[in-house]
């Protein structure tokens, strides 16, 4: 497995998908210098980096993170038995009425 910091950058799947990209003579020099010093060869590299960043993006869009004070309040909230709302009610209904099952 190759990890890039923290990030795991090994997916158990065929590389199938092809990408093709242009840039300036002097971007893909750095690239293939950074490469170089990597031991990888260039397009390894690039999609090594793209995928690092994008992993980041994503992990930093899908996690939501609390002070502890605000943990137990969050979790004592959702340990609460409550009545649905009218508001909640009529949103229910609306999906029920718009979805169709097979």
Request: charged share 20%.
């Amino acid at each position: 497995m190759q990890t890039w910091g923290h990030l795991r950058l090994y997916v158990d799947e065929p590389r199938t998908a092809r990408m093709d990209q242009r840039t300036k003579p002097s971007v893909k020099a750095s690239i293939e210098a950074a490469a170089d010093m990597m031991g990888i060869e260039a397009s390894a590299f690039v999609v090594m980096s793209a995928y690092a960043r994008a992993q980041e993006l994503l992990c930093s869009t899908q996690q939501t993170l609390l002070h502890q004070g605000d943990h137990q309040v969050l979790l004592a909230a959702l340990d609460k038995a409550s009545k649905p709302t009218p508001a909640l009610l009529e949103a229910w209904q609306l999906h029920q009425n718009r979805v169709v099952r097979s």
